[in-house]
């Protein structure tokens, strides 16, 4: 039977990868006490190795309760670090191990990756609300996502598109979730949160990733922001992005600012969409965007303000 690590000590990866589960649970428990201790500080080299083992002892996990439970209490990790800027540092981690074990994850596993992923994006948003969107943790995180070795990096080669799929099809809801996990949220920075999408849209090279993000979280998020007017106005929203009752959102319809929160408080949903969509242009207008994307931005832009919903 293998050793297991000192409570004392940072996990060793092969504690976290052992083929017994007894050993990897202990190990699991003994780094959530090692990262609440504010006084312990994790050096890069030192959380390139955590993170693989981590990624394996989520590897060796087999049975649907038992990958649910890791996948909780793996992404709750993320909020009994106390520091928010040691959080993010783990959270890079996880995006870097991710991004680089991903096509090694085999279609029998993969489904549960997806969980992990849906897990660690929802206890995102809670740790950037437990800092009130505070605007340099809302940039650091941003650049973990689009930096070389982020998920949402247009230039790395070594991005699967799916990764990038996945995170599209469950950003809004996720957010949405989070906001409602807690009563009087501060209002979610929607252009800090979502300015990762409207970079990887201008220079993503492939036009199936741009669709994919226009589909799963532009046009799902604009219709959240619409479903929050006054229900008279109905008539007057746009068929492509009138969503079903069921995924209108409305807790980021009711708690979003667009960039900072103390400064700007709640901004109703046409408002937020308007400044939204100001920005999509922006980047549409740089000069590095791809001419494809560019287009593509424009006609999002131009299509939603020639909806009456938007009118002046």
Not at 246 to 260: K, L, M, R, S
Request: glycine fraction near 2%; hydrophobic fraction near 40%.
């Amino acid at each position: 039977m293998a050793a297991t690590p000192s409570s004392a000590a940072l996990p060793l990866g092969k504690y976290l990868a052992s083929t017994e589960k007894k050993t990897r649970d202990k190990a699991i428990k003994n780094l959530a006490i090692f990262l609440s201790d504010s006084d312990n500080v994790i050096s890069k080299p030192e959380m390139d190795k955590l993170w693989k083992g981590i990624f394996y002892c989520f590897w060796m996990s087999d049975k649907p309760l038992v990958q649910q439970a890791l996948a909780n209490e793996l992404a709750e990790m993320l909020l009994t670090i106390t520091s928010t800027a040691a959080s993010l540092a783990f959270l890079r981690g996880f995006w870097e191990t991710t991004v680089r074990e991903w096509n090694g994850i085999d279609r029998l596993r993969i489904d549960k990756y997806y969980m992990l992923i849906r897990r660690f994006i929802n206890a995102t948003f809670r740790l950037l609300m437990r800092s009130k969107w505070e605007k340099d943790s809302c940039e650091e995180y941003k650049l973990i996502l689009t930096r070389q070795g982020g998920p949402l990096c247009p230039n790395d080669i070594r991005v699967p598109a799916s990764l990038a799929y996945h995170i599209a099809d469950i950003y809004v809801e996720e957010l949405d979730k989070a906001l409602a996990s807690t009563t009087s949220p501060i209002p979610a920075p929607l252009g800090a949160l979502f300015d990762p999408f409207f970079m990887l849209a201008s220079h993503t090279p492939t036009s199936t990733t741009y669709k994919r993000i226009q589909s799963a979280t532009f046009e799902p998020l604009f219709a959240a922001l619409v479903s929050e007017t006054d229900p008279e106005d109905e008539p007057r929203k746009s068929k492509r992005l009138r969503l079903s009752a069921e995924a209108t959102y409305p807790h980021i319809a009711a708690n979003a600012c667009y960039v900072d929160s103390e400064t700007e408080g709640r901004i109703s949903g046409l408002v937020l969409k308007k400044m939204l969509l100001r920005r999509i242009f922006e980047i549409a207008s740089q000069p590095d965007t791809r001419d494809s994307n560019r287009r593509k931005m424009y006609t999002l832009w131009k299509d939603a303000y020639d909806d009456e919903d938007l009118e002046e």
